[in-house]
């Protein structure tokens, strides 16, 4: 598949996805989200990549929806326009849960405004880190629908119930610095150094076991939502595998390599 609207690039085992439709402020048309899908399963399934960076081309993270799809929805006969959303809003969901989802940990580097969709594909990555020219909007309000990306879900996460309401609320523009503060945002770099920074982190991050990071991403993706027992009846297998592993077995012998004492001459 030949990716045009998606720029993904692999470098010392961190995988760098670009949205790519810098004159359209990186809104997710319906053929850029066809690319993102398949860009986010080649990175899924590689194991030789231990962590993927997310940003935007040009001046802009991404502009959310493309809002000439949402004129040809509103365009379609009546009654095929509820099921045409429906359809629309399963390859968004499947979009937001492969990158939420990854097996392995994932920056947002928000380069610019990052606006609805936009803002909610920000949330959905394991961390964020933006420049000083980064904003965030939830601004489906503006347009009379509802958050559809994730952002219900993640931003109380991060923020707060009520701070998540009146954001939504009220749709408005919060700049990098105020994102800082309630903690939309996990650091802030220049904009020089942004993509450089997310990714030194993005190493840091991915150095470790790659099945233990992803076993202990999938049960603390769900840790708010289970009980104490589940949390730990799910951490006992995932154990379970973790013995059976490669990594482990490498480095409990190199351990035990590198304490045994010295040979008596």
């Known amino acids: 598949m030949n990716l045009t609207l998606i720029d993904l690039r692999v470098d010392v085992a961190i995988a760098t996805i670009t949205l790519n439709r810098p004159d359209k402020r990186n809104a997710m048309s319906d053929d850029m989200r066809t690319e993102f899908i398949h860009a986010l399963e080649l990175v899924a399934a590689d194991k030789s990549i231990k962590a993927l960076v997310l940003t935007g081309a040009g001046k802009g993270f991404c502009a959310g929806g493309d809002i ?31 990158l939420h989802n990854m097996p392995k940990p994932v920056i947002a580097a928000v380069n610019g ?17 933006a420049s000083e020219w980064a904003s965030f909007t ?5 347009r009379g629908i509802v958050p559809d990306g994730g952002g219900m879900y993640f931003l109380p996460r991060r923020v ?27 650091r802030k770099t220049s904009a020089a150094m942004l993509l450089a920074d997310a990714q030194a982190w993005a190493a840091e991050l991915g150095k470790g076991s790659g099945t233990a990071l992803a076993l202990t991403k999938t049960i603390l993706n769900q840790s708010y939502e289970l009980s104490a027992h589940a949390v730990f009846a799910q951490g006992s297998q995932a154990q379970g595998i973790c013995y059976t592993s490669t990594e482990h077995r490498e480095s409990v012998m190199a351990f035990l390599a590198k304490s045994a004492p010295a040979p008596k001459e």
């Not at 000439?68 to 849960?97: D, I, K, L, Y």
């Not at 994102?179 to 996990?186: E, K, P, S």
């Open 113 to 129: 405004a990052a606006s609805g969709l936009g803002a909610d594909t920000a949330l959905a990555c394991d961390f964020i880190i």
């Open 160 to 186: 707060g119930l009520a701070r998540a309401k009146e954001l939504i609320f009220t749709g408005r523009k919060v700049d990098a610095d105020e994102a800082l503060a309630l903690g939309i945002v996990d």
């Open 68 to 98: 000439s799809g949402m004129q040809r929805r509103m365009n379609a006969p009546a009654g095929e326009v509820g099921f045409n959303g429906w359809h629309r809003q399963q390859r968004v969901h499947h979009t937001q849960a492969l």
């Open 138 to 142: 939830w601004s489906y309000i503006h």
